[in-house]
């Protein structure tokens, strides 16, 4: 076994990486189909332990540089206003596994991705009965998990600007897809900010806590940074880049999960997702990147949900060929063909490729 420190240099053995990912697993593929991810399809990322939680006990306490210090049961968060939102999420390592050198984190291939109908109730009013004094700047969101990383013990704790959980659309969740939130998902609270990549939605949250600078604990400073070195202070993480993934076409080699489809017409589809603007479009190439061609778009169920696309591919011969889709956001934003390389893995998002066997 390796220690905390050799980890962090970026050795993980292979038992290590297993370990790692058959607790956190991601969503099959071929539940894109869904608009809403089945809950146990949900991709799952659990740092530490799941913890065990009282709901009778359980509190949420709002605190820090506020006017009127809060604490809510689950039965005071239950009756205030219920909304309901589809919310795609995804890992900020999503796409790491296919980064070389590999980084040594949760090696997520393309599947840390999943939309769920999170039910709660909205975060702001919570914050204005709490009242943000003057200095505030950041709110801190705190779990009741616990656990050691980099060799620091700690609770997972992530907070965003004042103004970003101000924001209409940020809610506390008690319910997934109809159901209270499974334990794995964060129960009994969990914070969803649309829009962002995964780290931001803490989950078993216990403490909101306004601040007067800005968070610097290890999730904020120390992981979730752009860096190419370690000594840099790097950019933060913050919302998903766009991203295209198809559903595996035909049918899968059970040890590759390579495919072999049958010459004639092939229907590809998929789900396109970013967190900087909507979708505005999706294009396939089937010569491995060389020459693309535009998906039909279907329509988001919300701003913040996947969008839904789909496109014929008609191979002319039978072969092997490498099927890659592209996602491109209103903003411009668009997937690159290369892997963006960083020390942590964040938010590769090359485009995906599947490789594909056409028999006749
Ligand atoms: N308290 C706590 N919140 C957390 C985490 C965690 O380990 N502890 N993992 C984060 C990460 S990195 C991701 S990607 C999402 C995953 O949410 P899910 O497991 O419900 O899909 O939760 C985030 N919230
Ligand atoms: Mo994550």
């Known amino acids: 076994m390796a220690s905390a420190s050799e980890t962090d240099l970026g050795r993980l053995s292979s038992l290590q990486e297993l370990q790692l990912s058959t607790r956190n697993h991601g969503t099959p593929l071929e539940a894109l189909r869904y608009d809403v991810t089945p809950v146990g399809l949900h991709y799952l990322l659990v740092h530490y332990d799941i913890p065990a939680v009282d709901p009778a006990t359980w509190r949420l306490r709002v605190g820090g540089r506020v006017r009127n210090e809060l604490e809510l049961s689950l039965d ?200 900087w603007g909507p979708i505005a479009a999706v294009e396939i190439s089937a010569d491995g990147g060389e020459t693309w061609a535009a998906a039909t778009l279907g329509r988001a169920d919300s701003r913040w949900s996947w969008t839904p696309w789909s496109s014929t591919w008609e191979p002319e011969s039978p072969g092997r060929y490498e099927l890659l889709c592209r996602a491109r956001d209103e903003t411009g934003k668009e997937q690159p063909v290369d892997p963006p390389w960083n020390l942590g893995g964040y938010a590769n998002n090359a485009a995906q490729r599947v490789v594909v066997t056409v028999r006749s």
């Not at 709660?120 to 709490?130: S, V, W």
Request: contains cysteine; charged residues 30%.
């Open 76 to 275: 005071d968060i239950r009756v205030r206003p219920a909304v309901r939102r589809r919310v795609t999420m995804e890992c900020a390592g999503n796409g790491r596994a296919r980064l070389e050198p590999r980084p040594a984190s949760q090696p997520w291939v393309l599947e840390a991705v999943g939309t769920g109908e999170w039910g709660g109730t909205p975060l702001r009013p919570i914050l204005e009965e709490a009242g943000p004094l003057d200095d505030a700047i950041e709110v801190l969101f705190g779990g009741l998990d616990r656990g050691l990383e980099g060799g620091v013990e700690q609770s997972y704790e992530r907070s965003v600007s004042l103004d970003e959980a101000f924001r209409d659309e940020v809610l506390l969740a008690y319910e997934l897809n109809g159901v209270p939130l499974p334990p794995q998902h964060g129960f009994p609270l969990r914070l969803v900010v649309p829009g962002w990549y995964g780290m931001t939605n803490v989950k078993w949250l216990e403490r909101i806590t306004l601040v007067d600078r800005p968070f610097d604990g290890y999730q904020q400073r120390t992981s979730y940074r752009f860096r190419q070195q370690e000594d840099e202070e790097g950019d933060p993480v913050t919302r998903m880049e766009p991203r295209a993934l198809m559903v595996p076409p035909g049918l899968p080699d059970f040890l590759s999960r390579e495919r072999v489809v049958d010459l004639g017409p092939c229907r590809l589809e998929g789900r396109a997702w970013s967190g």
